[in-house]
């Protein structure tokens, strides 16, 4: 079962809060700009639980990916309230109010692995822009819960990636459904690679209107150096690639595998195998915290 060996793999990895270097804190090193980003970062972290219900309902068949899941929702958790607990030490944490509209379940959306592969999207993402932020910062605790949360986003990836793949293999009519998720978060050169909560979480209650977002803290980020986000970008497209053992380094290059799969799809509907992924292609319809 792939979820014990991620367990075993990741207690290896794991930190506390504890651990952090708390007394090292120095709150003259903080930026305005920083506090904001710590409060986006919250933001899309409490997505998570959204995210577990609906690994949980749509992979409730799975006990292996449920169990993923629980560890990875976890892990999610601790990262929101590390960042809670820096921000409190500034007497600036977020409202829970707005935290609280994080709450419902994604939409439901056409495959399983499309649910699974948008997550690998939102985990290079977070654990790219992580990364760099730890580069940046100067006060030592906030470098230290950015590097640590950017290692455990990157090894949720990777077991996204592995769970994707073995879905593949059971379900491969649900390939089209990857590679539209992947053309619509990665495939326009002329845009950052999107975050998928901010697609479907970014705007808020109305009456939640003006509370920050992980929309902010992108942004902000973005705004820094636009050539990192062009590496995540080569990050994304060469983990599909590996995923789905075709070439997969240009919008053109998707599209080309994506009309091959929509093929394939028809020829399977038509010679009346079972199939799961019967919907036409659309936006894709899921995601969960970094």
């Known amino acids: 079962m792939e979820s014990f060996e991620i367990f075993n793999r990741y ?3 794991n930190w506390d809060l504890k651990d952090l270097p708390w007394a090292s804190f120095d709150r003259d090193k903080v930026t305005d700009e920083e506090i904001q980003f710590a409060r986006a970062a ?9 995210g577990l219900h609906t690994f ?6 799975d006990y292996d990916l449920s169990c993923f899941a629980s560890i990875w929702a ?13 921000l409190k030490r500034l007497d600036a944490d977020v409202d829970q109010k707005p935290v609280d509209a994080m709450r419902p379940p994604f939409p439901v959306g056409h495959s399983l692995a499309q649910t699974l592969c948008t997550n690998i999207i939102s985990e290079l993402v977070i654990c790219h822009v992580y990364y760099q932020m730890s580069q ?9 819960i950015f590097l640590n949360a950017s290692g455990d986003e990157g090894r949720h990836a990777r077991a996204f990636a592995h769970y994707t793949g073995d879905q593949l293999a059971k379900r491969p009519e649900e390939l089209a459904t990857v590679l539209e998720t992947l053309y619509f978060y990665a495939g326009d050169r002329r845009r950052s690679v999107r975050h998928p909560s901010s697609v479907f979480k970014g705007e808020l209650p109305p009456e939640l209107a003006g509370h920050i977002t992980i929309d902010a803290g992108l942004e902000y980020f973005a705004g820094l150096d636009e050539n990192k986000m062009d590496s995540l970008r080569k990050r994304v497209f060469q983990t599909f690639s590996s995923l789905t053992g075709r070439t997969l380094d240009s919008p053109r290059a998707i599209r080309a595998a994506l009309a091959e799969a929509l093929r394939a799809r028809d020829r399977l509907m038509a010679s009346g195998a079972p199939h ?3 919907a ?4 894709a319809a ?3 915290p970094g």
């Open 11 to 13: 207690q290896r990895t």
């Open 42 to 50: 919250v933001m899309g972290e409490a997505t998570f639980v959204g």
């Open 56 to 61: 949980l309902n749509e992979g409730m068949g």
């Open 74 to 86: 976890y892990q999610e958790l601790q990262h929101q309230f590390a960042f809670r607990s820096w």
């Open 136 to 144: 940046r910062v100067t006060d030592p605790v906030l470098r230290a």
């Open 276 to 278: 799961d992924s019967e």
């Open 280 to 283: 036409p292609p659309k936006e």
């Open 286 to 288: 899921h995601d969960t």
